[in-house]
């Protein structure tokens, strides 16, 4: 019921920027906390950010704390991820999460030389 569609990663040199949105439909966007996840080839899925509502309260992770933002605009019902200072470690497929267990489909963001 619930579907979230994100936009496009790619490849971004290290100390690059990437931003990645999530756009939301089949729900009311702006009653549901959403959140960031990755997955690393080898790794388990870790969640990145989340971001409360009315985007009040915000999560990072250690790992991106001070080089990603979390960010929503409920008008148009998209969340975004804006990812700095990209390190080869934030390599991974990024997901977004909504309610009821909804997932996007997962972008790929390969942060190399």
């Known amino acids: 019921q619930v579907q979230l569609v994100e936009s496009v990663g790619g490849l971004v040199q290290p100390g690059g920027s990437l931003r990645l949105s999530c756009a939301a439909s089949?729900?009311?966007?702006?009653?549901?906390?959403m959140s960031w996840f990755r997955q690393a080839p080898g790794k388990e899925r870790e969640l990145v950010a989340s971001?409360?509502?009315?985007?009040?309260?915000?999560y990072l992770t250690a790992a991106v704390k001070g080089r990603f933002a979390i960010s929503r605009d409920n008008a148009k019902n998209t969340m975004y991820l804006q990812m700095s200072s990209l390190k080869p470690e934030d390599t991974a497929v990024y997901y977004c999460?909504?309610?009821?267990?909804?997932w996007g489909q997962g972008t790929l963001v390969t942060v190399s030389s």
């Open positions: 999460r909504g309610p009821s267990d909804a």
């Open positions: 089949g729900c009311t966007f702006s009653s549901y906390s």
């Open positions: 971001i409360s509502t009315a985007g009040s309260t915000i």
